[in-house]
């Protein structure tokens, strides 16, 4: 069974920074692709960022590109996502997620485990 427990998160002002992290237990971390996704209330679950499992590659939403970075420590089982120059419009749960072994993706349904999800809040 793979368990996924996000941390992080929290409130900041526009324009500050925060950084969430996700712990991955069971299963084969090295080999699955992990993706963050977000969803704010009213809309539909979003992908945010993704990364192979050597790290080599990664993908950014459009909406958060140049602003958000995406990294895994495979020795920690853990991927991380750092967040700078946070928009309101950036306020949303955070989830991550894992995908066993090919390319990465934007779409949720590619995604087998879920973690419970971690608030972002940001004040204008």
């Known amino acids: 069974q793979v368990q996924l427990v996000e941390s992080g998160g929290g409130s900041v002002q526009a324009g500050g920074s ?16 992990m993706g963050w996704f977000r969803q704010s209330p009213g809309k539909e679950r ?8 050597s790290g080599v590659v990664t993908a950014y939403a459009d909406s958060v590109k140049g602003r958000f970075t995406i990294s895994r420590d495979n020795a920690k ?4 996502l750092q967040m ?9 749960v955070y ?3 894992t995908k066993y072994g090919g390319s990465w993706s934007r779409r949720s349904n590619d995604y087998d485990y ?4 971690t608030q972002v809040t940001v004040s204008s």
């Open 84 to 92: 700078s120059s946070l928009k309101p419009e950036d306020t949303a």
């Open 114 to 117: 879920w973690g419970q999800g």
């Open 95 to 97: 989830y991550c997620a």
């Open 77 to 80: 089982s853990t991927v991380y």
């Open 18 to 33: 925060l950084s969430v992290s996700c712990a991955v237990s069971g299963g084969f971390f090295s080999r699955y692709v």
């Open 46 to 53: 979003e992908f945010v960022a993704a990364i192979i499992g």
